[in-house]
């Protein structure tokens, strides 16, 4: 069975303060993927990463940042210098390999970004 | 490059109406599509996915259905609305590969119903 925890409900910070959205997954299989989507307040999910299980390389883009552990189950999402757009419930999910074409989310993290 | 559609954006429906919602995708043939529902809070709910034209899977029984007419068609119906129905309804779409887990979804900008 496939798991996606988000154990983060809402978070609240300051403009310009870094911050991490947590996710921890449960797979039996060897070959997943995982993914991260933003949904800002006007409801469109926004995919912005996918990972593979065979690629641990963290990943950056600008001011957005992942972090992929198998040793720990986790694929978490760091923001850095945060800003007020960037305020959104961000969903982690999980698809594993072998024919599945759904996959699983976790119940997301509110992200509220102070000016 | 693809793009996803959805209509209507918002719907005031009453209890007992029929609902039709529909979603069309472009720039991308044979697609696996979605409808996922998000209630109160912010949970995805999966209501149906489909793999091609008029094939539909249901993963929650209830008084909603799905249909695929053409290949990058896919449209939400009911005959008689609950309240229960209320919600954000968002379509996906994701490619078609022999690896098709590898691929994300990409969402289009949801119907907001509310049933009275």
């Known amino acids: 069975a496939q798991k996606v925890t988000q154990a983060q409900t809402e978070i609240s910070v300051v403009e310009k303060e870094d911050v991490t959205l947590d996710c921890v997954y449960e797979t039996r299989d060897t070959t997943y993927y995982l993914f991260w989507y933003k949904q800002p307040p006007s409801g469109e999910l926004v995919f912005l990463i996918r990972?593979?299980?065979?690629?641990?390389q963290n990943e950056i883009s600008g001011r957005y940042s992942w972090n992929f552990q198998k040793s720990t189950s986790s694929f978490n999402f760091t923001i850095t210098a945060s800003q007020v757009v960037d305020s959104a419930v961000y969903f982690c999910?999980?698809?594993?390999?072998?024919?599945?074409?759904?996959?699983?989310f976790g119940r997301g993290t509110s992200l509220i970004v102070h000016p | 490059s693809q793009t996803i559609h959805q209509w209507p954006a918002t719907l005031v429906q009453p209890v007992g109406s029929p609902l039709s919602l529909e979603c069309t995708v472009e720039?991308?043939?044979?697609?696996?599509l979605y409808w996922y529902r998000q209630a109160a809070g912010r949970g995805l709910q999966l209501l149906f996915y489909?793999?091609?034209?008029?094939?539909i899977s249901s993963e929650v029984p209830q008084n909603l259905s799905a249909s695929r007419p053409q290949d990058r068609q896919f449209i939400l119906s009911s005959k008689k609305l609950l309240l229960s129905d209320s919600g954000f309804y968002l379509c996906?779409?994701?490619?078609?590969?022999?690896?098709?887990?590898?691929?994300?979804?990409?969402f289009g900008p949801g119907t907001r119903l509310t049933v009275l």
């Open positions: 990972r593979n299980s065979f690629d641990e």
């Open positions: 996906a779409w994701s490619g078609d590969s022999p690896e098709s887990s590898y691929n994300e979804q990409f």
């Open positions: 999910a999980l698809r594993w390999r072998g024919g599945s074409y759904i996959p699983t």
């Open positions: 489909s793999v091609g034209i008029g094939q």
């Open positions: 720039g991308t043939s044979n697609p696996n």
